[in-house]
């Protein structure tokens, strides 16, 4: 027991919900549940249903006044959750957002330190968890030459490293490979049993979780539709909600084991021309220090290449260099005159204007390419850019809205969209201005099974179209879902 009479651990909500400023729609509502100490509770609900801005406001991260408006009440162990900020460890969606300091263990060790942690017992509290976690560096390694996978791993180590009463994880394993969502999955469980910590995790794919969580918790509303979430509408343990409820939560847009997305057709034409060629092409994260090395690949018109591998090897690396953003280490790459024209055969030495019609590219953190103040300005960007007439812009932008369900976001800042949103976001601003080359970094990242769906469809229909796709990926549904061909990386190269 603590001074307040409440078992450490435990969360209440009574009729909360959470309005950002820019949006009209409230982004959740009406939640009210107890979560007691040393559960392990999944959170689950459509994109948009409120999953993280639920995570935030128990964290007491959320602003009020001019950053938004809040309804009803949050506690953690009896007292206000914004006056009980450090009590409950958050992980967020966006790990480079909880980058801080230059070298790994400094940044694992930050916290602690905040913390006041006797120095003696922080360095063995940050090696035992970057074990943990997986993240097999030194001590002074540079953060900013991790991968974003690694980055992932970074945060939870922090957070572990700091042993919270309360562990809120907002995807944690989103951007891992699929040996290394089981080893943080197993990490985080040992951790939870050997501290009796209450562990509240937001995944959309349930399956790596219901082994080591003892409560499912819905949240409704949100799948792209412009409701926001409805309060609780399952909870429960894992096996009875999903029997219970599997359908219903399926056709909301919940991942219910054992239901599997849609399928497009396959493309109904071969490959066409080669539009860029990589040959024994070594590529840097950081300057001068290659990290990943491909003897040949070529990019096709009407086809979907996957770059799968093990988070760290140079995949969104690989990525950026195809895309022209950042040069070769050594090697070639070539733009072949069907996609060049009068270009050039370098994408590195292209204007922006000219990559815009050319290669499109959606980074792994969609943070790091939002420029406007609107989702509709956002997408207009790259059509105003290239002088679009207005009424052309608007047509365009009004179409991807509709697509991407973004069109009841249109009028909110980019900033205040969940994971999923965000993605589908840059998806429909590389798509804008409508290249022959879309490079797509995690391109299914935060989504519910409806609007991968409408995803994965509106990328067939591109490829079947003509457009060139290189998807940077974990999802091995998306692989087979668009038939694509792969280019499997390793350690190494």
């Known amino acids: 027991m603590d001074s307040t009479g409440t078992r450490p651990g435990a969360l209440e909500a009574r009729g909360w919900g959470w309005r950002h400023a820019s949006r009209r729609a409230w982004a959740v509502t009406d ?30 991260v959320l602003g009020e006044g001019e950053d938004g408006e809040r309804a009803g009440d949050l506690f953690i162990d009896g007292m206000p959750a914004a006056e009980a900020r450090g009590r409950a ?30 120095r003696a017992e922080i360095w063995p509290r940050v090696r035992t968890a970057l074990d943990a976690v997986g993240l ?70 349930v399956d790596a979780w219901l082994p080591v969580v003892d ?28 029997r219970r409820d599997g359908e219903a939560l399926a056709a909301q847009g919940v991942w219910v084991p054992g239901r599997p997305p849609r399928h497009p057709a396959p493309a109904p034409l071969p490959p066409g021309d080669v539009l860029l060629e990589a040959d024994d092409l070594e590529v840097a994260r950081v300057r001068d220090t290659p990290v990943a090395r491909v003897r040949r690949a070529v990019v096709r018109e009407r086809e979907v290449l996957a770059i799968t591998g093990p988070n760290g090897v140079g995949k969104s690396t690989l990525g950026l260099t195809l895309a022209g953003l950042v040069p070769a280490a050594s090697g070639s790459l070539t733009a072949t005159k069907t996609l060049a024209g009068g270009a050039g055969t370098t994408p590195i030495r292209w204007s922006s204007r000219a990559l815009l ?131 499997a990386m390793g350690a190494g190269g």
Request: net charge negative; aromatic share 2%.
């Open 31 to 60: 939640v009210s549940l107890r979560i007691d100490p040393g559960e392990r509770v999944l959170l689950l609900g459509a994109s948009g249903s409120g999953k993280s801005t639920l995570l935030h406001g128990f964290a007491g």
């Open 89 to 118: 460890g958050l992980v967020l969606q966006d790990p480079d957002a909880q980058v801080i300091l230059a070298r790994v263990g400094d940044d694992v060790a930050f916290g602690c330190e905040n913390l006041g942690v006797p």
């Open 136 to 205: 097999e560096v030194p001590l002074d390694h540079p953060t900013k030459a991790l991968s974003g996978g690694q980055k992932q791993r970074l945060a939870l180590a922090g957070a572990l490293a700091m042993r919270p009463g309360i562990l809120l994880l907002d995807e944690p394993t989103a951007n891992l490979d699929p040996a290394g969502v089981v080893e943080v999955r197993d990490a985080v469980a040992r951790v939870a049993a050997e501290t009796g910590m209450t562990l509240v995790v937001v995944e959309h794919r």
């Open 215 to 242: 409560r499912v918790v819905v949240l409704g509303g949100g799948g792209g539709g412009g409701s926001a979430g409805g309060g609780i509408v399952a909870d429960g343990a894992p096996d009875e909600v999903l």
């Open 357 to 487: 019609t050319r290669i499109g590219t959606v980074f792994q953190e969609p943070e790091h390419q939002l420029l406007a103040r609107t989702v509709r300005d956002e997408l207009a960007v790259g059509p105003r850019a290239l002088g679009m007439a207005a009424p052309d812009v608007e047509a365009r932008v009004d179409e991807l809205l509709r697509r991407l369900r973004l069109d009841h976001l249109a009028a909110a800042n980019p900033y205040t969209l969940s994971g999923g949103e965000k993605r589908r976001l840059t998806v429909a601003a590389a798509i804008a201005t409508r290249p022959r080359v879309l490079i797509l970094d995690e391109p299914t990242f935060g989504q519910d099974a409806r609007t991968w769906s409408e995803l994965v469809a509106l990328l067939a229909e591109l490829r079947d179209a003509g457009t060139a796709i290189v998807a940077i990926t974990h999802d091995r549904e998306v692989v087979r879902a668009l038939g694509a061909r792969e280019l």
